[in-house]
Each structure stands twice: as C-alpha cells, then as structure tokens.
Nanobody, 130 residues
Framework: QLQFVESGGGLVQPGGSLKLSCTSS????????VGWFRQAPGKERERVAC????????FYLDSVKGRFAISGDNAKKTAYLHMSNLKPEDTGTYYC???????????????????????WGRGTPVTIST
C-alpha cells in the first residue's frame, strides 16, 4: 500500500518553532520533487516550499523566506520542513506531495498551486496562537 505520511504538527505560540516530517512508503523520492503545502479554513491550498529531492533547487513562498527551511534525507525517504519565528497566519493543515522533476509541479507558476503534484499525504495540523 502506497503511503505518504506527515507528522510533527501541533500548537505553538507566536515566535515558536516546529519541525514537520514527511515519510514515503512504497514510492521513491530521489530524483523527484517534494513540496510542502498548507491549507487554512476557507482558503485554497497554497504552496509553501519545494525541493528537488534530496539536495537540489529550492523554492519558498515569499512570506516564509528566512523563517522556514526545507530539506531531504534520501536514506530515510523523508522530507522535512523546519519552521521558526512562527506567526498566526502560518496556521493551517500542512501537506506533503511528490511531483516529477521533469515536470512543472511545485516550481511552476500556476493558478492552481497544486498542479502537477501526484502523491499526497493526509496532512498534519499546525496552529499558532497565544
């Protein structure tokens, strides 16, 4: 059974930090693209960070630059999202997804920011609040 599982979410105060993990079971990540997306209540799912797994080109949403860091560990088939100086607007359910490195998913500029991504996890909730 193919699985993509996110973990590490929780409740933190503004200015705090979290590390999210995304682990693949049944499919490879090496030579693919891995992205982190988030969705707040009533809003579209938005692209947060992408990487050509495990150590290639990286994209960040402007509002998270300097605060978030995406990385990959090929031996563990795991992608990470290190988040610091968290803000209330970072609240949402965070999802991990895989796309083709030869395609436009994650790094492309599309109206649907999830375009080109194939396998998705079920998400891990992140809440930033006092």
């Amino acid at each position: 059974q193919l699985q993509f599982v996110e973990s590490g979410g929780g409740l933190v105060q503004p200015g705090g930090s979290l590390k999210l993990s995304c682990t693949s079971s049944g499919f490879r990540l090496d030579s693919y693209r891995v992205g982190w997306f988030r969705q707040a209540p009533g809003k579209e799912r938005e692209r947060v960070a992408c990487i050509n797994f495990p150590r290639g080109s990286i994209f960040y949403l402007d509002s998270v630059k300097g605060r978030f860091a995406i990385s990959g560990d090929n031996a563990k088939k795991t992608a990470y999202l290190h988040m610091s100086n968290l803000k209330p607007e970072d609240t949402g359910t965070y999802y991990c997804a895989r796309g083709l490195r030869s395609g436009y998913g994650c790094f492309g500029d599309w109206d649907d920011q999830t375009y080109g991504m194939e396998y998705w996890g079920r998400g891990t909730p992140v809440t930033i609040s006092t």
